[in-house]
């Protein structure tokens, strides 16, 4: 973590604090209100996300997750987080950095997701204004890349207001819900951030 600079550290990672949400690195602790919120919105979140393993919400596959996040994060390759709510410290969602290039590279890629209960209240924006300038200025990344179905209006949203600017489409790019499909491409750049 040698690119960490000016955002606090727990023993367990990076702590991002805003004005109405604050982000950490997942928790063993975190199953039981990870797996309420993720089960109570399947049906949200299916459409948007990788096909779901059988055993997608069970505890073995949580742990599996830790471990996979815990290695990312050693190894400077991706940063997981857990979004919660400032004043009773609920889980809303989550905020994954991941795919880190550096040499000249110096880019990271971002997903996100949020519990149906919380979606659409703006809490995924006020995180992502903390989560960007984190990439830049504290892991010192020159570019964080995104992308989203076309059909997602509210992720390209929010990617907008979060100065992230449309560069491409990218035909059958990830697999998403068990099908391969085209994306949209977004970038934001250190040296082009607003705020």
């Known amino acids: 973590m040698a690119f960490l600079r000016s955002v606090p550290l ?9 004005e109405r949400v604050w982000l950490r ?6 199953y039981a209100e990870w797996a309420n919120l993720r089960g109570m919105s399947e049906e ?14 069970s505890r073995s596959a949580f742990r599996r997750r ?8 050693r190894d400077g390759t991706g940063y997981a987080f857990f979004l ?4 009773d410290n ?13 040499g000249v590279s110096q880019s990271i890629s971002i997903g996100y997701w949020i519990g149906e209960p919380f979606s659409r209240q703006g809490f995924m924006t006020s995180a992502l204004r903390y989560v960007v300038p984190f990439v830049f200025n504290s892991l010192g990344f020159h570019r964080l890349e995104a992308a989203c179905l076309p059909s997602n209006v509210a992720s390209r949203r929010l990617l907008e207001i979060c100065s992230f600017e449309h560069e491409g489409f990218a035909r059958k790019y990830l697999k998403i819900n068990g099908l391969w499909q085209d994306h949209l491409l977004f970038a934001a750049i250190a040296d082009e951030l607003r705020t």
């Open 90 to 102: 609920k889980l809303l969602g989550g905020v994954t950095l991941s795919n880190a290039r550096r």
């Open 66 to 73: 830790l471990r996979y996040y815990q290695r990312d994060l």
């Open 25 to 30: 690195v997942p928790q063993t602790g975190d």
């Open 44 to 57: 949200f979140l299916r459409p948007w996300e990788p096909e779901w393993a059988p055993d997608e919400l």
């Open 10 to 18: 727990s023993e367990n990672g990076p702590v991002i604090r805003g």
């Open 84 to 87: 919660f709510r400032n004043g």
